[in-house]
């Protein structure tokens, strides 16, 4: 029997394992329901398992016959996002929301665990399975490998992969990778203009911190627009305004935050001396103080070419040439499994996951409180899963690493 078709029968185990997840979704680094209910679903596998010491991180080893390492890796945890989907199985947790789709994620890594189980024996090697939780802006995936996850096995990993599931890319079951840069680096820039307080009918008495602020925000659209190549972009925006409590009572202080995504090592940099230059030369100019912070984020996520190569490989011959589609560009978001290709080549893949009968113009994205996710990709996500690592093993073992 086929990967696929082992994996397909525990599609409604696989479904209801995620469904589960779906109803108590957690936040940050500390998912105890989520690491419960992943270590009792790993029960009774070969598996040597470890947990987290600073966070609730899951990490299984199956050993096989070989030299050979894979890492195989899903987030776990949610967004803090109230769900409106008037799904059956709707988050439980106010204020709390699997809208990225690690619930899926997770379901796919176990199934795969489960099916790479089963052929213990053939593998060329060992295989990690790298279960994260902190992904949505924790460091999740930091944290973890300073706690030895890439160490796990004995060795580092020969190559890393995840998945990602996208709530309206193309239809449900296709494949999209690329080599190269796949998801920007983000940083985040917190500034807090000083002026002095005052009445609204005498500005001229006050140092009004506002309209300082509004020409800070447009100055830094226009700057990304003209002190950057177009063919290698900056996207800036700013998220969060703060001024004021009354129309007629001019504020001391007001205060903007903004995320900035890049997608090479030196517009990471560069970005970083333009904006904060930026800021406070216009403060200088009205008089006012101003503290700038600019927090670097995640790097740019980085698929190694060959790894690419092969996953694009394995999707055509698992599932047919069509259900792979190259990316034609980097998505915009950020995504910490770039941590682990930093230190380990691998692929990052994304997966369809687009409800039967939606329309992709108009179904709500990943991170919408309307965000809903077909459960029919996820034996084909654990099968993907499952056949990566018994190939990259395999060519492993083939050349002697």
């Known amino acids: 029997m086929s990967m696929v078709a082992q994996a397909r029968e525990m599609a409604d185990e696989l479904v209801r394992f995620r469904r589960d997840l779906h109803r108590e979704p957690e936040l940050g680094l500390v998912l105890p329901r989520t690491q419960e209910r992943v270590l009792a679903a790993l029960e009774g596998l070969p598996l040597e398992i470890s947990t987290g010491t600073s966070c609730t991180s899951v990490t299984a080893v199956l050993r096989g016959r070989g030299d050979g390492v894979v890492l195989l890796r899903a987030d776990m945890d949610a967004l803090p996002v109230q769900e409106d989907t008037g799904l059956d199985f709707t988050s439980r947790i106010d204020g709390t929301m699997h809208g990225c789709g690690h619930d899926l994620h997770t379901a796919m ?36 490998i300073d706690e030895g996850v890439l160490d796990a096995a004995g060795r580092r990993p020969d190559a890393a992969y995840a998945l990602h599931v996208f709530s309206t890319l193309g239809p449900a079951g296709t494949f999209f990778s690329r080599p190269g840069v796949t998801l920007a680096a983000s940083a985040t820039l917190r500034v807090t203009v000083r002026g002095a307080g005052g009445h609204g009918s005498t500005p001229h008495l006050a140092k009004d911190p506002v309209p300082v602020l509004a020409e800070m925000v447009t100055a830094l659209q226009t700057a990304v627009t003209r002190r950057f190549d177009v063919f290698d972009p900056v996207v800036l925006t700013v998220g969060v305004l703060r001024a004021g409590t009354r129309s007629n009572v001019i504020p001391a202080t007001a205060a903007f935050e903004a995320t900035i995504r890049t997608f090479s090592r030196e517009s990471s940099r560069r970005v970083r001396d333009v904006v904060l230059r930026l800021v406070s030369g216009i403060a200088d100019a009205h008089g006012v103080d101003v503290d700038a912070d600019y927090a670097e984020g995640r790097p740019p996520t980085v698929n190694d070419a060959d790894e690419t190569a092969l996953v694009r490989e394995v999707i055509a011959e698992t599932f047919g040439e069509r259900r792979y589609a190259p990316l034609a560009q980097p998505f915009t978001g ?8 930093e ?26 409180p309307q965000a809903v996710f077909d459960d029919s990709v996820l034996p084909d996500g654990a099968a993907l899963f499952a056949e990566l690592a018994i190939r990259r093993l395999h060519d492993t073992t083939q050349k002697g690493r």
């Open 109 to 144: 890594l176990v199934g795969a665990a489960r099916l790479l189980a089963d052929q213990r024996d053939k593998l060329g090697g060992d295989v990690v399975f790298m279960f994260q939780p902190g992904e949505e802006g924790w460091e999740g995936a930091r944290t973890m």
């Open 334 to 341: 950020a995504e910490d499994f770039a941590r682990v290709l």
């Open 343 to 368: 230190e380990v080549p691998g692929c990052i893949v994304a997966l369809g996951a687009l409800p039967q009968g939606a329309d992709p113009d108009k179904a709500a994205f990943n991170h919408s």
